[in-house]
């Protein structure tokens, strides 16, 4: 399975909040081709580092394709693109969306502009938690560790709230 985080501080013209941002990611995937196998929960967190731009509104996605890893990393620039992301932007900058590939397949990908697992995705509760929630069996591809062992290991320094 192929894992997907989505994320959006900042509205659009188009779809307005950033949950709504994050939900025509996943119909604008899905109009490229790509299978939803299965979508978390969306939940709001901080800016990670802090800092006093907006909440962001996250979740992750279990998909599936036939495409090559670079190819899906085009697809999902391509859609961010369509929602106004802004390139180059400064690191950890408010963004209208962000899509990640966190896993592909359970193997580890380094390669130019591509590095599966996504690096930070250990340090990240705003991933691991809507993550859980469509692979709560999930191990880390390289260390082997399990997601709660993860999710365990962050402390309570991270919060994520679920959005009804």
């Known amino acids: 399975m ?3 985080a989505i994320g959006s501080n900042l509205p659009t013209a188009a779809y307005g ?48 394709c036939r495409l090559a890893p670079h190819a899906m990393l085009e697809i999902c620039q391509g859609v961010e693109n369509s929602l106004g992301r802004m390139r180059p932007a400064p690191a950890n900058a408010a963004r209208t969306l962000d899509i990640d590939i966190i896993d592909w397949n359970g193997k580890a990908i380094r390669e130019a502009a591509l ?21 709560p069996n999930w191990c880390h591809p390289v260390t082997g560790i399990a997601i709660d062992e993860l999710i365990a290991a962050l402390g309570s320094a991270q919060n994520i709230r679920k959005i009804a």
Request: charged share 20%; net charge negative; aromatic share 6%.
């Open 115 to 135: 590095e599966i697992p996504h690096p930070r995705l250990t340090e990240r509760l705003f991933v691991l938690g809507p993550l859980r929630d469509v692979a």
């Open 17 to 64: 909040e950033p949950r709504r941002n994050c939900e025509a990611a996943i119909a604008l995937l899905t109009a490229a081709g790509i299978n939803i196998e299965a979508c978390s929960h969306w939940y709001e967190s901080q800016p990670i580092p802090a800092s006093e731009q907006p909440n962001f509104v996250n979740g992750v996605a279990a998909v599936s």
């Open 2 to 4: 192929i894992y997907l």
